[in-house]
């Protein structure tokens, strides 16, 4: 085992993990299946014998007794909370130590900062799913890649080439600086969050600049409201892929040719928590929602088993028809933490609200926040051109702020009012405010929470 940390980029692993990626991509079910098991069986086994948390919480019967996905429910979940509270040796398989592997950090929009530590090995892995998500999504060697994020990157060998150029666009910048570094680049391969890609188009936009360099648009993270979506793309004139991925456990699923979003069920073992407290695979046979478990197959430094990544997955069969068959993740929807409370002490997943809101064409950019139980102020962002829009008359903005008795909610004179009542309609109880904004503000990860409990301010 190759425990030490290289200080560049490695290539050689990484080819060969794109090499197996791309030969699994369109494999049979069975094949599938079995390549899924054999790794499965060898971390279930490496973290009981290895890594002292597992050895405390897995008996050496179980993990000899263990077969395959089935067998998944013997073991217990991962909590981020673990992460969070232990000791990284704890967690650490033999042999791996803060000194050999490398930290991810995801200051977490659940407000758990957790970090969580690779080997080269795992690196070698995480490099080649990254590039597959790109060269999947179209990237082609001449391409000139934006991303879009806080944090800077790795530079690959590659680039000395003048191979896949890669340009960091800063989120953390003011917009002017985001603009000014974006066309500075002229990308024609955008990744990032979606509203940081949204404000920059926008932006452009509003210049009168006509971006046409673009040809890939690849999107992660959250979700972006159908107007902003085909503002975006229809401004660029760039095809649009997504993948849903995290720090922890990197790609969960990539969008196919169709745009439907296959689980990378060669690289991860996914199970849902339904909300009865049964867990069921998800395994492409049936529809199910619930609290994602993930099981990452390539986590040979800090295994990551059954690990409660805290998101709420709709599942789909496997009958995308593209050759693919893996199954299809139909909705990801926020952080499970995320559940508004109604005066009567109810919580429900509040995520459903936003359908109601992005239902508007107006509505460019959106955010739910619940103050306190009964409660929600909805924050919208309307595309220019619509009514109210870049205004910025905040007292015009605000809408149904508990208007009793009124037929103000009835026809609606204004698209705040209509989504007021569109929200009532959907929450019947509920003090509903909506509030037309000129921004959003994203947490510190970069991201938007669309759905957001916050304590009232005192
Ligand atoms: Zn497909």
Redo the contacts with the bound molecule.
Sequence with gaps: MNSALAPVMRLVPVLRNLVRTHRLERASPERLDAERRRLLVRLVRHAQADVPRYRELIAPETAAAFRGPEDLPSLPTLDRAEFHDRAPEELLAAGFTTANTKAGTTSGSSGIPITIRNSEHDLGYLRASYLYDMLASGLRPWDRMAYFRVTPFLRHPLERFGLLRTFHIDTSTTLDDQVEAFLAARPTFLVGFPHVIASVVEELERRGVRYGAARRVLFGGERLTPTARARVLGHLGARCHEVYASVEVFTIART???G?L?LRAADVVVELEQDDGSVVPADGTREAEGEILVTRLHSEAMPLIRYRLGDRVAVGPAD?????HTP?VLRVQGRSQDRFRGVDGREFYADFLTYAVQDFAEVSRMQLVQERPGQVTVRVVLAAGSELAGSGVAGSGVAGSGVAGSDAAEAGTTVTERIAAAVREAVPGFDVRVEAVRSIAPEANGKIRIVKVEAPAR
Excluded at 320 to 324: H, I, L, N, S
């Design positions: 196919c040719r169709r439907a296959h995308c028809g593209c050759g693919r299809v």
